[in-house]
């Protein structure tokens, strides 16, 4: 964001409130930050409610502010001064805000509080404070702001919400107005164009329109259940997923849903994130367990269950399968954060001279993977940071990462470094992933990690006879199978290649007259198998033969996004000929034509 349009949005804040305040002279505020895309401000109405309705005369108040091209004036004064200020304009959040300058300084204030008060941290009281004057309206504020209130660029107001003072429940519930603001109007319009795509395409309007999941309020929030479409999707990406990686040697394993605790406080995922996990009571024992929130420190087990050479390594373990997090209710959201999490996990554990051709291996399988759904992808370097919390030498961190980059770099890939976004025990190549609508998603991973095969005690025996740690490599393609389909639902808009979509031909009767002909019809579909990317890939087709116009049985399955319809009537069955209809068009294909045009679609 340049500096001129972080400006803009910030006395498009002030702009907001002062407008307010000449619609509702009683107006209270909080605070009112940029914040991407635009801006906020928080507004204390009483019990009066701001709803969408208002939002064309606050706007038409906003533009007459902006048109009358009032200075933003800057002037300082005296903490007290200013409480006496905020108490006679009757001010009360900003009497609070105030207060707390004059008695701890800035440790008291949130980031937001921090960034719109104009505050350094600190915690000595402060003595003196900013304000800024435009027209009548008078703000506590560092700034910055443009000259006057004719150079804000364009905006619009789009959303109200309710917003706890300072993010505390116990606190007064104010209203959270928002706005967003760029330099043109038409850098606008095209943000508010993505906007309702965004919308069409929500993965949760969509999962239920296309029925392929759902949720109930008795199995609880963030456990989604899959339909038989949705499962569709699932296995055929899981299916995909391991088959790319079977191709560089990877085997598949089992392991149960829970463990006792002993393993995770040995991996040192209980010390890390022990308030994340779903414990579980034996009632035959007294043995604590927990559900499995990975699946990694099962695996070193399986490594650690005979004894190892490096004749045996690399070996590459594959395990698709549910793992549980007690993810907070409030941040749960369709797909996209859930509490039962379906992972494509793969570990190799492997010399330290064999690191760079297994990392390879999996740049190869993710560039594949999301190449045949039309996904562009970078990778970013995630390495560790000055905090406390990671596991391991610095000089075993400084090895990884050196030596994932080098093979990145290598690949040819394009990259970009980011300190502080390596697991705990390692640095990662992240995958981001850029769907149709410019967003980037953080999806597939690949981990480098030294620390766990050492807090386990594995080892292998080495060509001169001694043992030695090997190094495991923690991988996923698709990532959380459940929010890869958030993204990828999203990505298509429900619009799937063929190759995966849940129902891809339905065959529409006009009579029931062409009965047998439409059983010829099923028995050819039956034997279609695709290749290609996924082995053996059954057709899947369905037949609406219910009473009911044509009309409506085509409305049925463009609803349901089916890439192929097949229309049958007498003059198609007396011909033997089908009437095809696509989003591309419609056709006539011959009954002997069916596999071949199937075939061509995949």
Not at 167 to 179: F, I, K
Not at 262 to 274: A, C, E, I, V
Not at 317 to 322: I, S
Request: with cysteine.
């Amino acid at each position: 964001m340049s500096d001129n349009l972080f400006a803009s949005r910030h006395s498009l804040a002030h702009i907001t409130a002062a407008a307010v305040e000449e619609l509702w002279p009683d107006a209270k505020f909080g605070v009112g930050p940029v914040v991407e895309n635009g801006f906020y401000y928080d507004i204390d109405l009483g019990s009066t409610k701001i709803s969408e309705d208002d939002f064309e005369k606050i706007e038409a108040k906003m533009r007459q502010i902006i048109e009358q091209a009032h200075p933003f004036e800057r002037s300082e004064a005296p903490i007290d001064e200013a409480i006496a200020w905020a108490e006679e304009s009757d001010q009360t959040y900003k009497r609070e805000l105030l207060s707390d300058l004059k008695r701890a300084g800035t440790t008291v204030f949130s980031e937001l509080d921090t960034d719109e008060l104009g505050l350094d941290g600190g915690s000595n009281g402060v003595d003196k404070v900013s304000f800024y004057k435009s027209g009548d309206f008078v703000d506590l504020c560092r700034g910055p702001h443009v000259s006057d209130t004719s150079a804000v660029g364009a905006f619009k107001l789009v959303k109200v919400a309710g917003a706890y003072w300072r993010g505390d429940e116990s606190r007064p519930q104010m209203q959270r107005l928002y706005g967003v603001a760029f330099d043109t109007q038409e850098e606008l319009d095209q943000y508010l164009t993505s906007v309702e795509e965004a919308k069409k395409r929500d993965h949760r309007k969509l999962g239920k329109e296309l029925d392929l999941y759902t949720t109930s309020n008795m199995v609880g929030p963030g456990l989604p259940l899959f339909t038989p479409r949705g499962t569709v999707l699932r296995e055929l990406l899981a299916d995909y997923s391991n088959q790319l990686r079977q191709e560089f040697g990877f085997e598949k394993i089992w392991t149960p849903h829970i463990t006792k605790i002993d393993l995770y406080k040995k991996s040192g995922h209980w010390d890390k994130f022990g308030d994340e996990l779903l414990l579980v009571k034996s009632q035959e024992t007294s043995d604590e367990f927990v559900m499995k929130p990975m699946n990694c420190p099962h695996h070193t087990q399986i490594f650690d269950s005979s004894p190892r050479s490096y004749k045996d390594l690399p070996i590459r373990y594959l395990d698709t399968t549910t793992v549980y997090r007690d993810e907070k209710t409030g941040e749960l959201g369709g797909l996209s954060r859930v509490r039962s999490i379906t992972q494509d996990d793969s570990h190799v554990f492997c010399t330290e001279e064999q690191i760079g051709e297994e990392i390879a291996n999996l740049l190869k399988a993710a560039q594949d993977l999301y190449s045949s759904i039309d996904m562009d992808l970078r990778v970013r370097l995630s390495y560790r940071d000055e905090g406390e919390g990671y596991l391991g030498d610095q000089s075993l961190w400084e090895s990884a990462q050196s030596q994932l980059k080098t093979v990145v770099v290598a690949s040819g890939m394009e990259f970009f470094e980011e300190s502080g976004e390596a697991a705990f025990y390692g640095p990662k190549i992240d995958f981001m992933a850029m769907d149709a609508l410019g967003r980037e998603h953080q999806v597939a991973t690949v981990q480098l990690d030294f620390v766990l095969p050492r807090r386990f005690e594995l080892g292998y025996i080495d060509s001169d006879g001694s043992s030695k740690p090997p190094v495991m490599i923690h991988s996923a393609l698709l990532g959380s199978i459940e929010r890869f389909l958030s993204v990828f639902i999203e990505h298509t808009g429900g619009v799937f290649p063929f190759w995966i979509a849940p129902e891809q031909v339905r065959i529409i009767t006009i009579s029931d007259s062409v009965d047998d002909y439409v059983d010829e019809i099923t028995k050819v579909l039956r034997k279609i198998r695709f290749d290609k990317p996924v082995e053996n890939n059954k057709l899947r087709f369905g037949v609406d033969n219910k009473n009911g116009s044509v009309s409506k049985k085509i409305k049925s399955a463009i609803g349901l996004k089916v890439p192929i319809q097949f229309i049958v009537g007498p003059r198609d069955k007396d011909s033997r000929e089908i009437s095809v209809r696509t989003n591309e068009g419609e056709t006539k294909i011959s009954f002997d034509e069916i596999e071949n045009y199937i075939l061509s679609q995949g």
